[in-house]
C-alpha cells in the first residue's frame, strides 16, 4: 500500500506542476503581484473557458496532493 501511495503522490505531483505552468499569468512580475494582487481578488473577472478548467483541475489535484500526503506518512509510519 505504501508503495502504490508513493507512486500515486509523484504523479498526482508532476500533474499538479503540470497544470500550475498551463495557467496564464495574472499579473506580470513582482509589481503586478503587488498592485495588481487586489484587482484580481475583489475584481468581477470571472475564468472562463480553459482557465476555469485548469483552475478546478488545480483545485482537484492539490486536495489529492494533501491526501496522499498525509497517507504516505501514515503508512510510513507503520512500515517502521
Do not use: N, P, W
Request: charged share 10%.
Amino acid at each position: 500500500m505504501y508503495t502504490l501511495a508513493v507512486t500515486l503522490l509523484v504523479i498526482v505531483s508532476i500533474a499538479l506542476i503540470v497544470v500550475v505552468l498551463l495557467q496564464s499569468g495574472k499579473s506580470a512580475g513582482l509589481s503586478g503581484a503587488i498592485s495588481g494582487g487586489a484587482e484580481q481578488l475583489f475584481g468581477k473577472q470571472k475564468a472562463r473557458g480553459i482557465d476555469l478548467i485548469l483552475h478546478r483541475v488545480t483545485i482537484v489535484l492539490s486536495v489529492l496532493f494533501f491526501i496522499l500526503t498525509i497517507a504516505v506518512t501514515f503508512f510510513s509510519d507503520k512500515l517502521s
